[in-house]
T-cell receptor, first 116, second 111 residues
Framework: DAGVIQSPRHEVTEMGQEVTLRCKPI?????LFWYRQTMMRGLELLIY????????DSGMPEDRFSAKMPNASFSTLKIQPSEPRDSAVYFC??????????????FGAGTRLSVL | KQEVTQIPAALSVPEGENLVLNCSFT??????LQWFRQDPGKGLTSLLL?????REQTSGRLNASLDKSSGRSTLYIAASQPGDSATYLC??????????FGKGTHLIIQP
């Protein structure tokens, strides 16, 4: 299995532009998580999906952030408009169906976003 | 709100030493605790998962313990090697949601 695949690996954009980050979870996994990592705040959960349905988006910082999961094999995280303070590494993770307490989350390599 | 603290923030030791990384959390109502490794520019790799009903887990030279009532976990690395150099992250799962992470311990093993 190729693992969780994120694209792009690096994204440099200018303030005000729209940014779309993509994630392909591991086949058969039914939970998907978006995290953001910064030096100041560490790793924070933004939103997670179960069976393609958003369950908790309380970590999404502002209305400028939105996430979708149109099917079991694809999710996007969109920032519109982007701001310099959105610069961070964004991780996607997935986990298989089953009891939550037993499930390891598998992380993608991340997307490093720089907003100038 | 769950908070996870890791001590020390950074650690540098000579190769061959045994070492302990510490993690504490404020809310003991957790489903599990996981230790991850993160290499520079890379994603996270899960090292050990301890369910709330368990006291410890072992994998090779790694041993993680969990004391849920006191809100503490330790990761013990035996006979450290330069290849163990990385950032080690502790995370807890408090229900059907994502993980709450500590800020990590940046570990350097000197050859």
């Amino acid at each position: 299995d190729a693992g969780v695949i994120q694209s792009p690996r690096h994204e440099v954009t200018e303030m005000g532009q729209e940014v779309t980050l993509r994630c392909k979870p591991i086949s058969g996994h039914n939970s998907l998580f978006w995290y953001r990592q910064t030096m100041m705040r560490g790793l924070e959960l933004l939103i997670y999906f179960n069976n393609n349905v958003p369950i908790d988006d309380s970590g999404m910082p502002e209305d400028r952030f939105s996430a979708k999961m149109p099917n079991a094999s694809f999710s996007t995280l969109k920032i519109q408009p982007s701001e310099p303070r959105d610069s961070a590494v964004y991780f996607c993770a997935s986990s298989p169906p089953g009891a939550y307490h037993k499930n390891i989350q598998y992380f993608g390599a991340g997307t490093r976003l720089s907003v100038l | 709100k769950q908070e996870v603290t890791q001590i020390p923030a950074a650690l540098s030791v000579p190769e061959g030493e045994n070492l302990v990384l510490n993690c504490s959390f404020t809310d003991s109502a957790i489903y599990n605790l996981q230790w991850f490794r993160q290499d520079p520019g890379k994603g996270l790799t899960s090292l050990l998962l301890i369910q709330s009903s368990q006291r410890e887990q072992t994998s090779g030279r790694l041993n993680a313990s969990l004391d849920k009532s006191s809100g503490r976990s330790t990761l013990y690395i035996a006979a450290s090697q330069p290849g163990d150099s990385a950032t080690y992250l502790c995370a807890v799962q408090g229900g059907a949601d994502g993980l709450t992470f500590g800020k990590g311990t940046h570990l350097i093993i000197q050859p």
